[in-house]
């Protein structure tokens, strides 16, 4: 039987046809135009090797993502926009050199997610099984940056980047705020024959309430990630796996149910280390470690010079330092960088009553 096309209202076809050629005309200037970019960023990076400037300057990037969101009129979200331009952006940046990433893996995981929505495609991912190799691979030179998991909004700090922070050279040169979206899948989508769901231990921890509720009779079997989870759930019907949508696609899992953490805002924020210590964008904060001496008052000392300099401190974290009885080191975050004169005030004062000062970084703060 042929196949019959929609009936369309008289001058619908020819209005269609007129915009769809209209379409093609602007996407044909898009390609021009992007080409032209791409030009002229192969001539920045002619400049750049002539003078041994970085490839990747993320207080540049940041500039450019700021300027784009306030040029947008929509109706195109500055979201989408951010998103479009980041690949446009990875794309001429690899003209210059395609940079090499180190992330938390294995493939799959949220940690991925952040490094692809902060640097976009173009680059070279590399898994790494623990968060210290991700260091280490990036302080040794065998990639040019890291990605390493911060803090999550429902669980608290990564108590392993923030120890490693502590002790190694490299700086923290940007950050991602990714949502994370937890959701159930399978193989064939449901729980039947399922014995036991696998996860990530703050996965599970952050879904507590929904397997309560629709799975109290499952087993809950820790993973060293959510990306591991999937592959293991991939090879066995009755293992179901907790994990990002793109573990799902990677994997070939099917969903059983989406978003199924118990706090809907949750986020997890990443940083971006390196060598490259960020010039100032416009729109930073600064990351820093502290102690202080043992007595009365010494703590208070650390948050008054910011508050008199009018600095905003965004977070305040405490570790113990392992190597005395109830010491501590502090790990804060301001808004502003460290060159801005109220930041570079207080930070000067800080360092004359510290114990222990570290900058970790500043460097352009997630939209």
Known sequence: MA????????????ELDALRR??????????????????LAQQVGELKHRTDAPVYRPEREAQIMARLREINLGPLSGDAIEAIWREVVSACRELERRLRIAFLGPAGTFSEQALLRHFGSSVDAVPCATIDEVFRATEAGATDFGVVPVENSS???????????LQSPLAISGEVSVPVRQNLMSRDGTLDGVRRIVSHPQSLAQCTGWLDRHASGIERVPASSNAEAARLASEDASTAAIAGEHAAQRYGLRMIARSIQDDPNNRTR??????????PSGADQTSLI??????????????????RHGVSMKRFESRPARQGLWEYYFYIDVIGHRDDPPVAAALAELRSQAAFCKVVGSYPRAA
Request: proline residues 6%.
């Open 3 to 14: 196949e019959q096309s929609t009936p369309q209202p008289d001058g619908a076809g020819d």
């Open 22 to 39: 209209a379409i093609d005309a602007v996407d044909r200037e898009l390609v021009e135009r992007l080409n032209r970019r791409a030009r």
């Open 155 to 165: 669980e608290g700090a990564v108590n392993r980047t923030l120890d490693m922070f």
């Open 270 to 279: 990443f940083a971006v280390i390196g060598r490259h210590a960020c010039a």
């Open 290 to 307: 502290l102690s202080v001496p043992d007595r009365a008052g010494a703590v208070h000392g650390l948050i008054e010079p910011f508050a």
